[in-house]
């Protein structure tokens, strides 16, 4: 009896772990890619996305109504979206940035949170030198095409 047991408790773990299928695959030129299934981010490392692409708009990531959708919040990897994102940015003369997460507030609406409203993460934003702290809107339930907010820059990696 024991036996039985032992070989039906085995071959439930075997399946259970040969079932998922993996999000994160990797491109020819080593570089990351994470899918949500409608939004692909691309990783430059397993730390931060690579966001090439500046707003236009003032008010992206800086009003919850235009928050910055990072996603990850299904696949249990919302808060670590939200770092990857910030640490793809640089300061306006490429400063190092230094971030805090102040809380979660302001409601907004989402096909992709249990209750309909997704609740944004505020991130206190700032870098050596600076006389400002910046506060970000995230939105980890949503995902869209990641850009740079005004008054940053595309951090540098190397190759």
Same mark, same amino acid.
């Given at each position: ?9 085995? +071959?439930?773990?075997? #399946? +259970? %772990?040969?079932?998922?299928? *993996? ?6 030129? !080593?570089?990351? #890619? ?19 692409? @500046? ?18 919040? *299904? ?11 910030? !640490? *793809?940015? *640089? ?8 971030? @805090? =997460?102040?809380?979660? %507030?302001? &409601? ?14 505020? @991130? ?16 980890? @339930? ?12 595309? =951090?540098?990696? &190397?190759?």
């Amino acid at each position: 009896m024991k036996n039985i047991i032992y070989t039906i408790l085995i +071959a439930l773990f075997i #399946t +259970a %772990c040969g079932s998922q299928k *993996a999000a994160v695959s990797k491109t020819k030129d !080593n570089v990351i #890619t994470k899918s949500d299934g409608k939004h692909p981010q691309i990783l430059v490392n397993k730390y931060a996305f690579l966001v090439e692409k @500046y707003a236009d708009d003032s008010s992206y990531g800086f009003e919850p109504e235009n928050a910055i959708k990072v996603g990850g919040a *299904a696949e249990s990897e919302g808060p670590t979206n939200e770092r990857r994102f910030l !640490n *793809a940015l *640089a300061g306006p003369q490429g400063e190092e940035l230094e971030y @805090y =997460r102040i809380g979660s %507030c302001c &409601p907004q609406p989402s096909e992709n949170s249990a209750y309909g409203q997704a609740l944004l993460d505020k @991130y206190a934003v700032y870098h050596e030198g600076s006389t400002d702290t910046l506060v970000l809107y995230i939105n980890m @339930y949503d995902s869209e095409k990641l850009m740079i907010p005004k008054g940053f820059k595309a =951090r540098v990696f &190397p190759n």
